[in-house]
């Protein structure tokens, strides 16, 4: 195995770990919030939203420190935050305290953006995209099997979340361990300490590669649509289908195993044959069908493919958004643009969870059809600036 290959491997490891804890919080968020906040739809979606302020606000300034002091040290900082938030939730027995967690790992998951990073350091512009592929494989891996685990750690622990912060500390700890012993610097020394201060408006950094904003934009737009999707379907599926919680889980465990198999084979396979532009928007009709379907897509036959193909084609366009944007964008730059990518993302999580739950109180297919129409504006924007114009190569080029 060659050196790159070895410091992708402990890079994927590192961010399986952490999606992995992260994951297993996901259904008992969206559920005890609920049952905190009385049920109220802006509570709810406010718990949930935290996080992503938290990450829009820190992402960018992470990934420019990176860029200034290296990944590994960032990397380290951020999983000792991780571990002390799942303490906190441990026994947070209280929606403030709940909360409160959930701010300080939201600041600590603004290293996904670093890592992504750290992918960009060690690969070249014909693997790029292949490699970033494998990180959302990674992403999509541990966010699956922490689904199952949380349920299974809440049952075992009788509603509490005692049992499930305590070992999503462990799997952290390890993270910690990992980092610390196996995975070495990626960012070349010289690189590092002359790139600037870290700009703590993610707008005005965003400001300095105006060639990308149109791709910027499609990358929102698609984010923004997919959290309306993510933070209610859980609570949706409990409601309307009559599902039990462990059942919801399997259903969502389909849809990151989908996603990881996209992300690990599929984007490995395609991304040799064709265009990341062409893949996107060939991508972008079959996730709006999934979105419009989805609240009446029952009994379960019906809800398990419309499932699989939202899986598979939210990941595609992801990655395929990001491997365009990283391209376009020179290595000294990379952790500070990833930084840019997860604000958006933050951003529209933020404003996304509450909207969709405040939607999912007034008309419970509101955030669906939403979702749906979004990416059908996303289908007219790609047409227009990935395949019909494509402004941002020939930016690029002058620069």
């Known amino acids: 195995m060659d050196k790159n290959k070895r410091l992708l491997f402990g890079i994927l490891i590192t961010v399986f770990i952490d999606l992995l804890a992260f994951g297993m919080f996901i259904p008992d968020i969206q559920l005890r ?14 718990t949930i939203s935290v996080f992503s302020i ?27 935050l991780t571990t002390l938030s799942f303490i906190i939730y441990a026994n947070a027995s209280t929606l403030p305290l709940m909360i409160l967690a959930r701010i300080i790992v939201g600041i600590s998951s603004s290293n996904i953006g670093v890592a992504q990073a750290y992918i960009s350091d060690i690969s070249n512009e014909e693997n790029r995209t292949r490699y970033l592929g494998l990180i959302g494989a990674a992403l999509a891996a541990g966010f699956t099997l922490g689904f199952p685990m949380g349920m299974l750690l809440i049952t075992l622990g009788k509603g509490s979340p005692y049992l499930l912060g305590y070992t999503a500390c462990i799997f952290s700890a390890i993270n ?16 590092m300490g002359n ?100 609240p009446v897509a029952w009994p379960w036959v019906p809800l398990l493919l419309t499932v699989l193909a939202m899986g598979l084609s939210r990941t595609l366009i992801d990655t395929c958004i990001v491997g365009i944007i990283s391209k376009n964008i020179d290595k000294d730059n990379q952790g500070g643009v990833f930084g840019i990518t ?42 227009k600036y990935l395949i019909k114009d494509r402004k941002y190569e020939s930016a690029r080029e002058a620069e």
Not at 225 to 248: C, G, H, P, W
């Open 176 to 191: 910690f361990l990992y980092i610390f012993f196996w995975l070495p610097e990626s960012r070349k020394r010289e690189l």
């Open 33 to 46: 919030a609920c049952e905190y906040a009385g049920g109220e739809g802006f509570l709810v979606g406010f």
């Open 54 to 80: 938290s990450q829009f606000i820190f992402a960018p300034i992470l990934g420019k420190i990176s860029d200034n002091i290296g990944r590994r040290p960032v990397l380290l900082v951020s999983t000792i």
């Open 342 to 383: 997860q604000s958006l993302t933050s951003m529209a999580r933020m404003v996304g969870s509450i909207l969709a739950n405040m939607m999912l109180a007034a008309y419970s297919w509101g955030p669906y059809v939403l979702s749906g129409s979004l990416i059908v504006v996303n289908i007219c924007l790609a047409y």
């Open 195 to 294: 790139n600037g201060k870290p700009e703590l408006n993610p707008f005005k950094k965003l400001s300095k590669h105006p060639h990308l904003y149109p791709v910027f934009l499609i990358y929102f737009i698609g984010a923004f649509a997919i959290i309306l999707v993510d933070t209610t379907f859980m609570q949706y599926a409990v409601k309307y289908f009559y599902m039990s919680r462990n059942e919801v889980c399997a259903v969502l465990f389909m849809l990151g195993i989908s996603a990881g198999l996209m992300n690990g084979v599929g984007v490995q396979k395609l991304t040799m044959k064709y265009s990341n532009e062409k893949l996107a928007i060939c991508s972008m009709p079959i996730i709006s069908a999934s979105f419009y379907l989805l």
